[in-house]
């Protein structure tokens, strides 16, 4: 908006200004001089102040503590009107004696605020505004924004960066790209996973011929959307319906499906299904599969970072061979509990690093400790976790040994030698040194090539 530009008055204000010459027409002020609460014919209520309807004679309107606009009623709708006190009582007369002025207006505009009445302040700002186009109090109060001499409102000084609205939010036009694409991917996966569920459910108890109809038209999926609503009704299901999904999952193109196999075979607890899943996998030919069990085995969970290993060694992964090595023996903390004689063996409770544990006093109900920071969008939460106090007994894992009782909680490290990261290291490499890491990690800086140079031929006459 150009400097100087008038802003046009709201249409509620409008309504307000229409009624001064009413209210000093000779109506006397003591008549509306109270708040009113408004008793509706047929049930209902409305709290505000009533005044007449300046454009018709058998209406009135109700001006409201919150709300740009009064209420308009027909005169045998109100049943009953009890007076009450309240800011508006003071704000009608008030409104009867401002000028349509700048000043004026802005003034009132500031009462309304310190009376909490900030939807009638609002509209004296920007009937302000109206006035005198460069009241910067005004522009302020309503969150206008000078830029290069002009006053802009959020919507218009948003828009004049370049940025669009999503959803009733301010985003670049990248951000806006994702998020469209983000909702359709959403919806098409609420489509295919009530799709897959009725597919399944006739699967497991229709009759034959409509359960080979249900596989049928499973193994026709070839939609990438499809991806994470087959994982998620069959992720968790059956051994032979496992193998189904890795079946499907291998039918699909794309690097949804590459990455949900990889998936399905860490998270898999039977080895024939991960085998079955990992040759699947294997024929998809895709150069970076290996690149995802790598990554895995940064993961925390002992049983991942075997799983990842097993496949690398499968897939004859000769880059892998440091990052093996790395986590060829791992280390886990574990809370151990205090115990009391007679009962069960004491579990052994996973800690984050630093995380100390508290115990209850020694009381015999339990261990509270603090759990690590779970973090999702816009928002990391903490909290704390409850163990048990049992009788004494072999913990479980590698801990030899029971706590004395009475004996304070502590956390304990635990080590891991991980029977298949050294066989994959065995396998790519072909040397045997194994657990002592310090002779492997030798050998990966003395001797280690993954990808040797053939030796220099000489020319054939």
């Given at each position: ?5 008038r ?5 509620g204000?409008a ?6 010459w009413?209210?000093?027409g000779?109506i006397g002020?003591?008549a ?7 008793e509706?014919?047929?049930g ?6 009533v005044i ?9 309107q109700?001006l409201l503590m919150?709300?740009?606009?009064p209420?308009?009623?027909r005169k045998d709708q ?6 009450q006190a309240s800011?508006?009582d003071?704000?009608v007369?008030r409104l009867?004696?401002?000028a349509?002025t700048a000043d004026?207006q802005f003034?009132?505009g500031e009462?309304c605020d310190?009376n909490?009445?900030?939807?009638l302040?609002r509209q004296?700002?920007e009937?302000?505004v109206?006035l ?5 109090g005004?522009h302020?109060?309503l969150?206008?924004v000078?830029s290069?001499g002009?006053?802009l409102?959020r919507?218009?000084l948003?828009?004049a960066q370049?940025?669009?609205k999503?959803r009733?939010?301010?985003v ?6 994702k998020?469209e694409a983000?909702?359709r991917?959403?919806?098409a996966?609420?489509?295919w996973?009530?799709r897959?569920?009725i597919?399944?459910?006739?699967i497991?108890n ?8 249900a596989?049928s038209?499973?193994m026709?999926?070839?939609d ?6 087959l994982v998620?009704v069959?992720?968790?299901d059956d051994a032979?319906?496992?193998?189904l999904?890795?079946?499907v999952?291998?039918?699909i193109?794309g690097?949804e ?5 990889v998936q399905?075979i860490?998270d898999?607890p039977?080895?024939e299904v ?5 040759e699947?996998?294997?024929q998809?030919?895709d ?14 969970d002992?049983k991942?970072v075997?799983r990842a290993?097993w496949a690398l060694?499968?897939l004859?992964a000769?880059?892998?061979v440091?990052?093996l090595v790395?986590?060829l ?14 009962g069960p063996?004491a579990?052994v409770?996973p800690?984050?690093p630093g995380?100390?544990?508290?115990a ?22 903490m909290g704390?976790?409850g163990v048990?106090v049992?009788s004494?007994?072999?913990l479980?894992g590698?801990?030899?040994g029971?706590?004395?009782p009475?004996?304070d909680?502590h956390v ?9 990261v050294?066989?994959?290291l ?9 657990y002592?890491?310090?002779?492997w990690k ?8 993954p990808?040797?140079r053939p030796?220099r ?5």
């Amino acid at each position: 908006m150009a400097a100087g530009q008038r802003r046009p008055i709201g249409g509620g204000l409008a309504c307000l200004l229409g009624l001064y010459w009413f209210l000093c027409g000779g109506i006397g002020a003591s008549a509306r001089a109270r708040a009113d609460l408004i008793e509706l014919r047929g049930g209902g209520q409305v709290q505000g102040k009533v005044i007449p309807d300046p454009k018709n004679k058998d209406r009135v309107q109700v001006l409201l503590m919150r709300g740009r606009h009064p209420l308009s009623f027909r005169k045998d709708q109100i049943a009953r009107v009890v007076p009450q006190a309240s800011p508006l009582d003071e704000y009608v007369n008030r409104l009867r004696k401002a000028a349509d002025t700048a000043d004026a207006q802005f003034g009132l505009g500031e009462w309304c605020d310190r009376n909490k009445l900030p939807d009638l302040a609002r509209q004296h700002y920007e009937r302000t505004v109206a006035l005198d186009a460069d009241h910067e109090g005004a522009h302020k109060k309503l969150g206008h924004v000078q830029s290069q001499g002009t006053w802009l409102t959020r919507d218009e000084l948003s828009a004049a960066q370049g940025l669009v609205k999503y959803r009733g939010r301010w985003v670049t036009g990248e951000q806006k790209t994702k998020r469209e694409a983000a909702d359709r991917l959403s919806a098409a996966q609420g489509s295919w996973l009530r799709r897959i569920r009725i597919l399944r459910t006739a699967i497991v108890n229709g009759p034959a011929d409509r359960r080979r109809e249900a596989e049928s038209q499973l193994m026709a999926i070839r939609d990438p959307d499809a991806v994470v609503p087959l994982v998620r009704v069959f992720g968790q299901d059956d051994a032979p319906r496992r193998i189904l999904l890795a079946l499907v999952l291998s039918t699909i193109g794309g690097n949804e499906a590459t990455a949900a196999l990889v998936q399905r075979i860490l998270d898999e607890p039977d080895a024939e299904v991960r085998s079955i899943t990992f040759e699947h996998l294997k024929q998809r030919d895709d150069a970076g599969v290996a690149n995802r069990f790598i990554r895995a085995l940064g993961r925390e969970d002992v049983k991942v970072v075997n799983r990842a290993a097993w496949a690398l060694g499968n897939l004859n992964a000769v880059d892998s061979v440091p990052q093996l090595v790395a986590v060829l023996v791992t280390y886990e903390d574990r809370i151990v509990v205090p115990q009391i004689f007679g009962g069960p063996p004491a579990p052994v409770t996973p800690t984050g690093p630093g995380i100390v544990p508290r115990a209850i006093a020694n009381n015999g109900y339990g261990l509270v400790y603090s759990t690590p920071p779970a973090v999702s969008n816009g928002a990391v939460g903490m909290g704390l976790g409850g163990v048990p106090v049992v009788s004494p007994g072999v913990l479980g894992g590698n801990y030899v040994g029971a706590p004395k009782p009475q004996e304070d909680a502590h956390v304990e490290t635990f080590t891991y030698r991980n029977v298949e990261v050294l066989s994959a290291l065995q396998k790519l490499t072909g040397q045997d040194f194994g657990y002592n890491v310090d002779s492997w990690k030798n050998w990966v800086t003395r001797s280690y090539n993954p990808h040797p140079r053939p030796s220099r031929r000489v020319p054939q006459p």
